[in-house]
């Protein structure tokens, strides 16, 4: 049929376009694409697919095209994947990560700590902790108590080493700080005994030299009392006191004596001194007038306390003491420090000791009747002074306090003159009776302190 229009004829170009557009196309695209990627999981499935569709020509595009390309594409797709990507991923991490890290975890884990942990802790801590608690604490209550708040027991004589802390008598008096001055005033200082262990606090202490540990204390009628510091006793000791007598106005515990029926107390040793580290309490049983008949304490350091005042040395404080008024609540103690002793003091109830000299001019009596004394009492005497003493009853003399001008102002008793400071002694024990003369006359100059005369 070539007719020589050769442009015309469309077979010509139409057969050679599919031809070479096709061919090319599949056997170049699909081939080298899908070969190198799944070459290495899917074999098979990508070199049988393209050669069936090169070989076919023109003929074979549009009947395998369609056939061959879904067929190639889905079944590589899904087939290297799922498969290759269970398969041993699954399978080597299950099996090896959990069988080596359970197995060697709980193995020796709940072996090995469970079993020490529970076994030591609650054994030993049980065991020891209620078992050595309730034991010691109950065992030593009875005897150690006292100690611990204490400090260390001192049994050893005088106890000067004692350093607890004990702030109360054997009586159950409450110390006084050594550094207070009240209700006592003293000299047991931390200034003056360093090394005795005072300070600024109110612990019993031995600064000098008593049978144990004492301190002064915060009773103004009780100066000061031993303390307990061996066995901590500080609760009041209970002291057989002896039942009052007949009509008696005192009654005495401790180192006091009573004297006259119990209308008298004084101290350990009625006639002669009196002991060092004495104490006692007086009991006032029925109001009265104190009478002293004898007053003699180392001065500042040996009290009589009544009512919260204390009474110390010699005339001065029988001046004081006399016509005090006492009753049953009134509180009367008597302490002696560690040294140096007097001859001590005799209180009486007025009723007990009438009077014994009435005056009449520059004179006056005091205690009852029982003293007379220079017109000034506890001072000096004036000048051109004088006084007649008539005697009420028979006694003897005591001088607590006499000092005149000597040779120029005298008292004269039975005709005997006495002047100066050391004629005390000279009347001390003078037997007078009611009819021997006593008088007293002053100068016009020079004045002295003056006298106290009692009956004994």
């Given amino acids: 049929y070539d007719t020589g229009n050769g442009p015309i004829t469309p077979p010509g170009p139409g057969t050679a376009s599919p031809t070479t557009s096709p061919t090319p196309s599949p056997t170049q695209s699909p081939t ?19 050669v069936v569709q090169a070989t076919a020509g023109p003929s074979a595009v549009p009947t395998h095209l369609p056939t061959s390309s879904p067929t190639p594409s889905p079944t590589p797709s899904p087939t290297p994947s799922p498969t290759p990507s269970p398969t041993p991923s699954p399978t080597p991490f299950p099996t090896r990560l959990p069988t080596p890290s359970p197995s060697p975890a709980p193995t020796s884990s709940p072996t090995v700590s469970p079993t020490p942990s529970p076994t030591p ?31 260390p027991a001192d049994c050893s004589p005088g106890a000067t080493a004692y350093r607890g802390t004990l702030a109360t008598t054997v009586t159950g008096k409450t ?18 005994y360093p090394n005795a262990g005072l ?14 540990a004492w301190c002064y204390t915060t009773d103004p009628s009780s100066r000061w009392e031993l303390c307990d510091v061996c066995t901590f006793n500080t609760g009041p000791t209970p002291a057989p006191t002896p039942p009052p007598v007949a009509g008696a106005v005192f009654a005495v515990s401790g180192d006091c004596t009573l004297t006259s029926n119990g209308n008298c107390f004084t101290d350990s040793s009625p006639t002669g001194d009196y002991g060092n580290s004495e104490a006692c309490t007086v009991n006032v049983l029925s109001a009265t007038t104190l009478v002293s008949a004898q007053f003699n304490t180392e001065s500042g350091y040996d009290f ?47 009723a007990a000791r009438p009077p014994a000299f009435s005056v009449t001019g520059d004179c006056k009596v005091i205690n009852n009747g029982n003293c007379f004394t220079d017109e000034s009492e506890a001072g000096s ?12 009853r028979s006694t003897t003399l005591t ?3 006499f000092t005149t001008e000597s040779g120029y102002d005298h008292l004269t008793i039975a005709g005997t003159q006495y002047s100066g400071s050391s004629a005390g002694d000279q009347i001390e024990g003078t037997a007078v009776t009611t009819t ?21």
């Fill in 32 to 50: 080298p694409s899908p070969t190198p990627s799944p070459t290495p999981s899917p074999t098979p499935s990508p070199t049988g697919s393209p």
């Fill in 399 to 401: 001088a607590p306090l």
């Fill in 199 to 212: 300070g600024d606090h109110n612990y019993c202490r031995n600064p000098d030299g008593e049978s144990t």
């Fill in 381 to 392: 005497y004036g000048n051109n002074h004088a006084c007649t003493v008539t005697v009420l």
């Fill in 304 to 350: 009589l306390t009544i009512n919260g005042v204390t009474y110390s040395g010699g005339s001065t404080a029988l001046v004081q003491l006399a016509d005090l008024a006492v009753s049953p609540t009134t509180t009367i103690s008597w302490a002696s420090d560690y040294s140096v002793v007097r001859d001590g003091f005799t209180i009486c109830a007025a």
């Fill in 175 to 192: 110390c006084q700080a050594w550094t207070a001055q009240s209700p006592h005033s003293h000299s047991r200082t931390p200034a003056n």
């Fill in 436 to 456: 021997t003369a006593i008088s007293w006359a002053s100068d016009h100059s020079v004045t002295r302190g003056g006298f106290v005369i009692c009956a004994a």
């Fill in 121 to 151: 802790r609650p054994t030993p801590s049980p065991t020891p902790g209620p078992t050595p608690s309730p034991t010691p604490s109950p065992s030593p209550s009875p005897t150690q108590p006292p100690n611990e708040p204490h400090g």
